[in-house]
């Protein structure tokens, strides 16, 4: 896939959507109440240990802008995918560490732990999630991806149990130039909330995913959240992400012999 044709008509009009999106975002959260601007560096790493089945780890930090504190959050997972389909192709796709032919379906489950470094933030968190992704492919090789996720949280210094549904729909598409792979990208996500017993967030993101070496990708993306029950009903904030990866001995045999 190169940057012309269709390809390149889809490229100009994602982004074209996806800037004025986030320009008229940007233009009412400056002006808008309770709003936070943030920054999201993150670093994952990711270990295939057969065709089907991940393990990974992430390390992400929260920074606001307005008081100048962090939160970090570590995150630890596993995923297994599955099921084929005639129309799917060879990509290296979002989350994805080479060439291969995806699968339709993929489960997750994971844990992850929060706290603030800030002395006077008492934000703790513990969280245990599950997922389930169910992808198609669509005309001019754009892949609609969807993603139900059920978090179970125990949010603070005495926490009480609660638990979130969350949505998600994404778009994505590859371009390939050289050895870069390109993959823009926009997603929308609401969140049912089980302490307002009410759906209360939505978050919007958009961004770009790119690799040049079969064991890092990196990846940047905006981020427009509003949230009903908060303190800063709107969030802005830019997501820096380094992917890292890795496989086992199985794995390089098996794509070997492809």
């Given at each position: ?191 049912w909330d089980s302490r307002y017993n009410s759906i209360n967030r939505i978050k919007i993101i958009g961004g770009t995913t790119v690799s040049w070496k079969s064991r890092f990708a990196f990846e940047g993306n905006f981020t427009y959240q509003y949230d009903s029950k908060s303190t800063t009903t709107n969030l802005l904030a830019f997501n820096a ?18």
């Open positions: 896939m190169a940057f012309k044709g269709v390809g390149k008509k889809f490229a100009k009009q994602l982004i074209a959507c996806t800037g004025l999106l986030f320009g008229l975002i940007a233009g009412l959260g400056v002006s808008a109440q309770g709003t936070s601007y943030e920054f999201w560096p993150e670093a994952n790493i990711w270990f295939r240990v057969t065709p089907g089945l991940r393990l990974s780890s992430f390390a992400s930090v929260t920074r606001y802008f307005e008081n100048d504190t962090r939160d970090i959050n570590l995150s630890f997972q596993a995923d297994h995918s599955f099921g084929n389909s005639k129309r799917f192709f060879f990509s290296r796709l979002l989350d994805q560490n080479r060439a291969e032919t995806l699968k339709t379906w993929l489960v997750r489950g994971g844990y992850m732990a929060g706290w603030s470094f800030d002395p006077e933030n008492d934000y703790t968190e513990d969280m245990l999630f599950a997922e389930i992704h169910r992808r198609f492919l669509l005309k001019h090789l754009i892949l609609f991806s969807q993603r139900l996720r059920m978090d179970n949280r125990w949010v603070g210094n005495d926490p009480d149990y609660s638990y979130r549904f969350r949505y998600r729909a994404m778009f994505e598409r590859e371009f390939l130039t050289g050895k870069t792979s390109l993959v823009p990208f926009v997603s929308a996500e609401p969140y992400i380094f992917h890292l990866y890795f496989e086992s001995a199985k794995v390089r045999e098996n794509a070997g012999k492809k």
